[in-house]
C-alpha cells in the first residue's frame, strides 16, 4: 500500500530507472543505494541487455556502490528497490551488509525476503537489514502490470 507521505528520492529514482529498464525491453525493476543520503550506486534490470542471468537491479546497484565505496561490504547503506528481492539479490544484500531494504511491491511468486525463501529469516542468514516494503506499491505494480499486459 502506498503511504501517504511524499515519496522518497530514492524510491522515485528507482522507479525512474525501472521506467528505463522496460523501455529496453526489461523487465521493469529498478534499484538504488544510498549513503547518508547520496546516491552511491544504481542500476535497472539488465538480464537480456547483458545475457547475464545474475543482473538484477539490486546486484547492478549493489556492484555500482561497491566501486564507488572501493569495498564490498556497503556497511551503513540503504538499498531502495521496487520489487522485494529475490532470494539471489537478498543473499548478495545480506553479503554486502546493506543496513536497510526498502522494496515497492511485495513479490508471492519470486520473492526471497518476506515471502517464499525468507533468506534473511534463516538461521545461516549472517547479516540481516532492517526491512521496510510497501513504498509506491501502486506504481510499481502499474509498471509490471503494464510491461507484461503488452507482451501477452
Not at 117 to 130: D, G, K, L, M, N
Not at 136 to 141: I, L, R
Request: glycine share 10%; proline share 7%.
Amino acid at each position: 500500500m502506498d503511504q501517504p507521505f511524499p515519496l522518497p528520492a530514492p524510491m522515485r529514482r528507482a522507479l525512474e530507472l525501472a521506467r528505463a529498464a522496460a523501455a529496453a525491453g526489461e523487465v521493469p525493476i529498478g534499484a538504488v543505494v544510498t549513503r547518508d543520503g547520496a546516491i552511491i550506486g544504481e542500476g535497472e534490470n539488465r538480464n537480456r541487455r547483458d545475457n547475464d542471468p545474475t543482473a538484477h537491479a539490486e546486484i547492478v546497484a549493489i556492484r555500482a556502490a561497491a566501486q564507488a565505496l572501493g569495498d564490498f561490504r556497503l556497511t551503513g547503506c540503504d538499498l531502495w528497490v521496487t520489487l522485494e528481492p529475490c532470494p539471489m539479490c537478498a543473499g548478495a544484500i545480506s553479503h554486502a551488509r546493506i543496513a536497510r531494504l526498502y522494496y515497492a511491491l511485495p513479490d508471492a511468486k519470486g520473492g526471497g525476503v518476506e515471502h517464499g525463501a525468507r533468506v534473511f529469516a534463516r538461521p545461516q542468514c549472517t547479516h540481516r537489514p532492517e526491512i521496510y516494503g510497501g513504498l509506491a506499491e501502486t506504481e510499481a505494480s502499474a509498471l509490471l502490470r503494464d510491461f507484461f499486459a503488452a507482451r501477452r
